[in-house]
């Protein structure tokens, strides 16, 4: 797991993964849409999927951990895919999280799925929150004056290589907004260059892609203004 360079609003920060971000300056690591518990609350719905979405996300943050060094996790929003989430944790997946929570400064802002700020699994709730004047929050406002870091929308960057169209999570990049990819290992993804994406970037001069190719961090514009 290569951390990938990249500069933004005056900073350095390092896509890790391809699905997670490392702020340099603040020894962070940046989470969006973890959706643990999707697995078992499709389940209770009738819809049968292996129960194991949670281990697998969490083993993910764990790696990113190891690989950046971060002293601090922020999770923007969509952290559990319901309210009741946190209660359904099976024991593994639960001791996992309460030793991650432990052995970083952990804050959790609250999104659109977790219908109130997390509770009873340590860590900080907060709707959202400025850092180093930076604002991080689960969806990208209108009302941003400065740089911002958001989630939401899961963004997919779709291309065509050798005849088959493959699709991978990638980060979508203005000169002061930034949407992450979904980081939970049960997730969809909207095309990075839909409609509501770009509406939800703008104002801005330049919209990218950024995506990682092995070793490489690849940026393809999606939108140019006139």
């Not at 490489?216 to 939108?223: E, G, I, N, S, T």
Request: proline share 5%.
């Amino acid at each position: 797991m290569v951390p990938l360079s990249f500069a933004f609003a005056g900073q350095e920060w390092a896509l890790v993964g391809g699905r997670a971000l490392f702020w340099r300056a603040e020894s962070a690591l940046v989470l969006a849409d973890l959706h643990l518990e999707k697995a078992s609350f499709f389940a209770r719905h009738g819809q049968m999927l292996p129960p194991y979405d949670s281990r697998a996300t969490l083993e993910r943050v764990a790696d990113a951990l190891r690989a950046t060094g971060a002293r601090r996790v922020f999770c923007l929003g969509d952290n559990f895919h319901d309210a009741d989430g946190a209660s359904r944790l099976e024991p593994h997946a639960a001791g996992m999280l309460a030793a991650l929570v432990r052995a970083t400064d952990w804050v959790w802002i609250t999104g659109n799925h977790d219908a109130g700020p997390v509770t009873g699994v340590g860590g900080c709730a907060v709707d959202e929150l400025a850092v180093g004047g930076i604002a991080l929050r689960h969806q990208a406002s209108a009302r941003a004056t400065g740089p911002e870091l958001s989630g939401h929308y899961h963004p997919k960057l779709a291309i065509t290589a050798r005849g088959r169209r493959i699709a991978r999570p990638c980060a979508v990049a203005s000169e002061r907004r930034l949407i992450l990819p979904a980081f939970g290992a049960l997730t969809g993804g909207m095309d990075a260059a839909d409609p509501a994406i770009l509406a939800a970037m703008q104002p801005a001069r330049a919209i990218d892609a950024m995506v990682s190719a092995g070793e490489r961090l690849v940026r393809m514009p999606l939108w140019r203004a006139a």
